[in-house]
């Protein structure tokens, strides 16, 4: 059964469907959530929130095409919402687990990554997040972070412009 039709059937008040749905993605999410959230159990209940609001809202969703790109939305936004709830301020401490620890080779890497991006602004931070560790596309970040896909861009350029500065002043050191 495909996307569109799950989805219908979801709005109808098929609970299997939007199981299917949400569990399809299930890893998706979690990488998500996890770069927000730091910690698997934080990552879990922003999950969990979304999944309710989902429940709820489905409903409400006009194009069933866009039933990811609607879900990772409101996933951030649970995200968002827990932080500010907690008062947590958003580490880039992500990488300790293992789960990026791939993409670097080397601890002194992986250390350094993160002492440079933790320097940039939240936003340019967000945005390299999305882009480098998720592997998401522009217009998905643009849709998630609901910002217009130049502003995506430009934060992207800006951040990635920042980091190689401050790498520049560092060989130099």
């Known amino acids: 059964m ?3 039709d799950l989805v219908k059937k ?12 949400i569990m399809s993605k299930k890893d998706d999410y979690y990488k998500l959530a996890y770069v927000y959230m730091k910690n698997s159990e934080d990552a879990m209940d922003a999950m969990e929130d979304m999944i309710v609001i989902l429940y ?5 969703l006009k194009k069933e095409d866009a039933f990811y790109s609607w879900s990772n939305t409101i996933l951030v936004n649970c995200c968002k919402n827990i932080l ?14 293992g789960i990026y620890e791939s993409r670097f080779d080397e601890k002194e890497d992986q250390l350094m990554i993160q002492r440079y991006l933790s320097r940039l602004n939240y936003k340019h931070q967000e945005a390299i997040k999305l882009r480098y560790f998720l592997d998401l596309d522009y217009e998905t970040i643009s849709n998630i972070l609901k910002v ?5 861009k430009s934060r992207i350029s800006i951040g990635i412009k920042k980091l190689r500065k401050m790498l520049e002043v560092q060989e130099y050191e």
């Open 10 to 21: 979801s709005k109808q008040g098929d609970q299997e469907a939007l199981v299917k749905l």
């Open 148 to 152: 217009p896909l130049g502003t995506v």
């Open 56 to 60: 709820e809202n489905i409903h409400k």
């Open 2 to 4: 495909d996307i569109q």
């Open 84 to 97: 500010r709830k907690n008062k947590k301020n958003i580490a880039l401490d992500f990488l300790k687990d």
